[in-house]
């Protein structure tokens, strides 16, 4: 899987963001990983994407190797006054972007029921059971309960293996 990023077109429509890719050679069918966008957390749309005055953004995809010259191709395309921009870069590079687009690992509810059950007992004042421990315990994956969402490297390194 070839790893690129991509300057796209930002604008707004009826007050949403709208997004223009450099069609004919992004095709989103072809799109394995991504795409990750630049302006995923509202500090880095702030600090980043808006403090350039432009209608652009950057995304990152991932696609089958022989795919890659398609996307590429769209470096330097120009439709409408603007230029799209395209290269490949590599896993650390990704993985710099990435990180800093995406935020870090959250804590999320997988099974409410048994969070639920569980609450109650501490309310009571009840022993819990390894079980529940196990369940609350948000780097436990292999039980339900609370979990941690994946980082980004762990999503970007299943995106690779598979691919």
Wanted: charged letters at 35%.
């Amino acid at each position: 899987m070839k790893l690129i990023k991509m300057r796209i077109n930002r604008t707004r429509q009826a007050g949403a963001t709208h997004y223009e890719y450099p069609t004919p050679h992004y095709d989103p069918y072809k799109v394995k990983y991504g795409p990750i966008y630049e302006g995923g957390l509202k500090e880095v749309v702030e600090s980043d994407v808006l403090s350039r005055n432009a209608d652009d953004e950057f995304i990152i995809v991932g696609v089958a190797d022989g795919d890659a010259a398609q996307f590429l191709v769209a470096d330097g395309y120009v439709r409408n006054g603007f230029t799209y921009t395209a290269e490949e870069i590599d896993r650390a590079k990704t993985l710099e972007h990435g990180n800093k687009w995406t935020g870090p690992q959250t804590e999320k509810i997988t099974d409410q029921d048994k969070v639920l059950k569980i609450l109650v007992k501490v309310a009571k004042k009840e022993v819990l059971t390894k079980e529940d421990e196990d369940a609350i315990d948000p780097d436990n994956k292999d039980v339900s309960g609370i979990v941690k969402t994946k980082s980004f490297e762990e999503g970007l390194d299943e995106a690779i293996a598979a691919n």
